[in-house]
């Protein structure tokens, strides 16, 4: 049994390489192939452009793939969702596609765009929006560099974000948002009837789930004397339950937590003010609840 899995090429392509390292799978990717290894016999890889993943799903060309929500709903491709993993190509959190126009440009609302142009490369959706609106304009399909597009080619845009500084930098106001989108893991239907499919693709979530949950926190063990634990205990974030073990020394205990990495340069000086010894900080790959 082989899993047919799509790998997103462009964008996503490095951050869900790096994700499925952190998940224990080893990825080497060519320039020159669309099939790149993988370090499991029950996966087969394949490169394929998030636009196009959840038809080649639908299709049952691939077992599974990696795409945005973005790009399912654009193809309203009848697909299994496995999983959502919030990470996009720059951060680890959903990214928006927006309506926006010139900032010089008198348009305000979705309303004030009836009858104008609109370019985007998420047609069917943006349609979509409109008609919801009761808003008719011409879409057009863009091919690329979007925000270069008004006004002279087109009215107003929707184009995708995650930080808002592409649109600033070409003077562009953000009038909506149309759709937030984060990557999933989908199946094709059939295959995720498949028992032995089904269970690798669950593996699958569970480890990279586990990936994602590990972002940005890391480990920190310590020792403390019983006597310093109380004081060690009011240092560490309340909301965590640190592990506590005994030593070969009855009077001394081990403490292990994890913590968000952004608190520890704040939180290791007062460990040490509290009594704490032996304090090692240790990077996570995964956190499985």
């Not at 654009?74 to 951060?91: C, F, G």
Request: charged fraction near 25%; charge should be negative.
């Amino acid at each position: 049994m082989k899993v047919k899995l799509g790998i997103p090429k462009g964008s996503l392509e490095q951050a869900t390489i790096d994700l499925f390292r952190r998940a224990g799978f080893h990825i080497s990717t060519s320039s020159r192939s669309y099939f790149p290894s993988i370090d499991d016999p029950e996966i087969e890889c394949m490169m394929i452009r998030a636009q196009e993943m959840a038809r080649y799903v639908e299709d049952g060309v691939l077992d599974a793939g990696l795409t945005g929500l973005d790009w399912v709903l654009e193809t309203e491709a009848r697909v299994q969702t496995v999983a959502d993993l919030i990470y996009a190509k720059q951060s680890f959190g959903k990214v928006r596609w927006v309506l926006a126009a010139p900032e010089a440009s008198p348009f305000q609302t979705v309303k004030d765009l009836e009858g104008k142009i609109i370019a985007t490369e998420l047609v069917g959706v943006t349609r979509r929006y409109l008609e919801k609106h009761g808003v008719r304009a011409k879409v057009e399909f863009s091919w690329g560099a979007t925000e270069v597009k008004p006004p002279v080619l087109a009215d107003a845009i929707v184009e995708v974000t995650e930080t808002g500084s592409s649109l600033r930098a070409n003077k562009l106001r953000i009038l909506d948002t149309v759709l937030e989108s984060n990557t999933q893991l989908i199946a094709n239907l059939d295959s995720w009837a498949d028992p032995a499919k089904r269970r690798k693709l669950e593996d699958i979530r569970m480890l990279l789930e586990g990936a994602i949950a590990a972002l940005g926190k890391v480990g920190l063990m310590l020792n403390v004397s019983k006597a310093d634990l109380p004081k060690v205990l009011a240092v560490l974030p309340a909301l965590k339950k640190p592990t506590i073990s005994h030593l070969s020394d009855e009077e001394w205990l081990a403490v292990n937590t994890v913590l968000d990495e952004s608190t520890v340069r704040v939180i290791i000086p007062r460990l040490k003010e509290a009594g704490a010894e032996g304090i090692v900080e240790y990077p996570l790959n995964k956190i499985v609840f």
